[in-house]
């Protein structure tokens, strides 16, 4: 019994840090302030760059809705990156070089890690512009995208800026569940950068000064790890720039992407995202992220303790409902920005998988290899 009094207790102290936790997120997220562009066409020269590696289902739509941008033509140069795919990408990326669209063809000997660093970083040395934009060769956009980030950028001058992805066009509830759990880890990346203490972003909606990147070394360091091309960055900018990272609140400025189809393709993400946690130089960010991870573990401890013993359960339910009202209370804010507020329906059911899924990804995610692209990488 002493054993579970000592679990009864850590589990109320996890309890109380999460919801603490939680609630800086809140306040993180209502300081981001909407932002509301100037009337200005904008004068930055940017550079938008795409890795895209067997994309010939989703690559069309990703070029043209680029090549719709309302930016001025002039400024703008998109530069993909095919990386050995073995479809017709390349092709259908090639058809559109009468439109400016230029291509550019990794050839690597040797086995990578990390391929798609490889690939921007070969995309960032041969641009021209002073704002690099990063997407993916999935993603869509609205024509104002672009022109929204230059203006964030000009009047705000941070070195770099996360803007928001969403998932849509989900078909079932298991791409219903993604897009609620993605975009609390959208609002989470937001809250942080709010709170001045930036911990993560997406890459598919990214944008840095060339000068930046260089500055701290590019992925110097974190080029040995497949992923991280953006959390990781973040944290090298942050740490140089006295956390000059900015957050673009605006509607206008959301890429969309879709949602894992199977659960085997989901498993493989968020191992991949997860995988670059311990990389993390700021060390209470790894700290934190241990601490949510035990506190999911203790409530299946206590579900598991529950089946002896009254009280675990009735702890166990108490964590459940404190989780999930803190979380409904943050991602009421996140969903509201987004137009996805019907998602919160999903929350009691997806809180329960959640613990699950944190506990296992925690684990998986920071042990062996995992799949990408059709490699196996780590």
């Known amino acids: 019994m002493e054993i579970f009094s000592v679990v009864s207790f850590i589990a109320c102290f996890l309890t109380v840090l999460y919801v603490i936790v939680v609630l800086a997120f809140v306040r993180g997220w209502y300081k981001l302030s909407n932002f509301k562009p100037g009337l200005k066409g904008g004068r930055t020269a940017v550079s938008i760059i795409v890795a895209a590696r067997n994309e010939e289902n989703n690559i069309s739509k990703t070029l043209d809705d680029l090549l719709a941008q309302s930016y001025n033509k002039g400024l703008t140069e998109i530069i993909f990156i095919d990386d050995h795919s073995t479809d ?12 400016g669209v230029k291509l550019i063809s990794l050839n ?29 060769a999935d993603c869509r956009m609205g024509p104002r995208w672009l022109q929204t980030i230059v203006s964030f950028y000009e009047e705000k001058q941070h070195k770099m800026i996360s803007s928001p992805v969403t998932f849509f066009e989900e078909k079932n509830f ?10 609390y880890l959208i609002g989470l990346g937001a809250s942080t950068i709010g709170n ?14 060339k000068e930046a990147f260089y500055e701290v070394g590019g992925f110097k360091g974190i080029d040995d790890l497949a992923s991280g091309d953006d959390e ?11 956390n000059n990272i900015g957050f673009l609140k605006n509607e206008d400025a959301i890429v969309f992407t879709h949602a894992k189809s199977t659960l085997k393709e989901f498993i493989q993400q968020r191992k991949r995202w997860a995988s670059k946690s311990t990389r993390y130089k700021n060390k209470s960010i790894i700290v934190l992220g241990i601490c949510i991870w035990a506190f999911n573990l203790t409530i299946l401890i206590n579900i598991g303790a529950g089946l002896f013993n009254d009280f ?8 459940l409902f404190t989780k999930m009202l803190v979380e409904l209370i943050f991602l009421k804010g996140v969903t509201g920005f987004a137009g996805r507020t019907k998602l919160l329906i999903l929350l009691p059911v997806l809180n329960i998988l959640h613990i699950i899924y944190i506990v296992y990804i925690g684990i998986a995610g920071n042990s062996g290899k995992y799949n990408w692209k059709d490699r196996m990488v780590k």
């Open 174 to 183: 298991f791409e219903k569940a993604q897009s609620l759990e993605f975009l």
């Open 196 to 209: 001045k203490k930036p911990s993560t972003c997406n890459g598919a909606n990214l944008a840095y000064e």
């Open 312 to 319: 675990y359960l009735k702890l166990a339910l108490v964590q």
């Open 88 to 99: 017709r990408t390349a092709e259908i990326i090639g058809s559109y070089s009468g439109h």
């Open 232 to 242: 990781l960055l973040l944290h090298k900018i942050a740490a140089r720039f006295d």
């Open 108 to 136: 690597e000997d040797k086995a990578l890690n990390s391929y798609k660093k490889k690939a921007i970083q070969t995309a960032i040395g041969q641009s021209n512009g002073k704002l690099i934009i990063t997407t993916d």
